[in-house]
């Protein structure tokens, strides 16, 4: 089974989460309390370049994850999208509605 590794960094107003490996229902569970518990307080940016694959588990953890930073006030960013996450986004339908980024320095 594929891990994923999470790498945690942070910045002047946010915290940069680098992810290894798959986002899906069995790898997901310590990053999302992780998210959750920072987005309260800050802006939460997933490095996503070398996430490996991402399922629906994932992409509904995104969603959560972009929610409650609605609900706090501060904002979730997806930056540099691997291809099988541009992927499974585009599915939805809903890539326009994420802050897609390609460097921490367009963080507001």
Known sequence: ????????????????????GACNSYTIGDLQTKIFENIKSTNVVLDLSQVTTMDSTGMGMLFACFNKGLDTGFKL????????VINT????????????????????
């Open 77 to 84: 960013y997806l930056m540099n999208m691997s291809f099988a």
């Open 89 to 108: 986004v585009k599915e939805t339908g809903f890539l326009e509605a994420f802050n897609v980024i390609t460097s921490v320095t367009e963080v507001q």
């Open 1 to 20: 089974m594929e891990q994923l590794t999470i790498t945690e960094k942070s910045g002047a107003n946010y915290a940069l989460y680098e992810l290894i």
